[in-house]
């Protein structure tokens, strides 16, 4: 039976993707290393991130391996097309992929904090749910 691809292998990085990554590891922008200071040491959830990751040919801004989550933050120079190519090539490896503006990390982080973690929740049940089908989460009703 075929793995669910949430469940698939390690994705081997590219070499130049890692050389490179590890380059902007030290350059984050202004609004990647403000999301940066919010969401690592695993205070978002619990759920833990790397910043600047070489998943195949591609360089993720953020990546929770848990969650199977690539966070992107865009600023005014990224090429739509591109992203496209980026976020179908993610998809087919069973990663989901949430962009952001530069402009709205900035100004909204909370927002966009409160969307990361919901974002991150739905994709960890997924995941339970694809390796054990029996896994129920529990649903809480407010009164």
């Not at 909370?110 to 919901?118: A, H």
């Amino acid at each position: 039976m075929d793995e669910p691809k949430t469940y698939r292998s390690k994705i081997q990085a590219d070499a130049i993707a890692t050389s490179r990554a590890k380059q902007l590891r030290r350059t984050l922008t202004p609004p990647e290393c403000r999301l940066w200071l919010a969401i690592k040491a695993k205070k978002l959830n619990g759920l833990h991130f790397r910043k600047q990751v070489a998943i195949g040919p591609y360089i993720a801004d953020f990546y929770c391996h848990a969650a199977r989550l690539v966070v992107e933050v865009d600023g005014s120079h990224h090429d739509p097309i591109a992203d496209q190519r980026r976020n179908v090539w993610m998809e087919e490896q069973g990663i989901r992929v949430v962009r952001f503006m530069a402009t709205d990390v900035r100004d909204h982080l909370e927002g966009v904090l409160l969307r990361i973690q919901s974002v991150a929740d739905e994709q960890v049940k997924r995941r339970k749910l694809a390796k054990d089908p029996s896994y129920a989460p529990s649903v809480t009703t407010s009164s």
